[in-house]
């Protein structure tokens, strides 16, 4: 039996994914061979063939794309500790305005009434 390897980088999977693709091995047993080595949580069978997907399509980079969103309230930073997190978002929370709050707190009263008065069913359909 092989050694399992564990632990393993998302972009390592995608790069075994993308060198067996080239070989036209068919994302089944690619999916398979990657269980056999990394274990049969490293990735779905689904997550394989949608990475053999976008690798026909010609997509070469095996790392994540930058993500558009809101971003990170403490990006750029670097803690060694936990009471530094914790001090670097106590510092941004008394940085807002506090408007920042109130208008926090006026949301919750229509998400509040609109759960008591949707018979409990919590989430709309």
Request: aromatic share 8%; net charge neutral; charged share 30%.
């Amino acid at each position: 039996m092989d050694k399992l390897i564990e632990n393993a980088a998302t972009c390592e999977l995608r790069s075994v994914i993308r060198f067996l693709n080239a070989k036209n091995i068919k994302p089944v047993d690619i999916h398979r061979q990657i269980c056999e080595i990394y274990g049969e949580n490293a990735m779905s069978d689904s997550m394989v063939r949608r990475w053999v997907r976008l690798f026909k399509e010609g997509r070469t980079n095996v790392h994540d794309e930058e993500r558009t969103g809101r971003p990170s309230l403490i990006s750029g930073q670097n803690f060694n500790e936990d009471d530094e997190v914790k001090k670097a978002i106590s510092a941004w929370l008394q940085s807002q305005a506090s408007s920042f709050y109130d208008e926090g707190i006026q949301k919750l009263e229509p998400r509040y009434d609109k759960c008591l008065n949707n018979g409990g069913n919590y989430v709309e359909k």
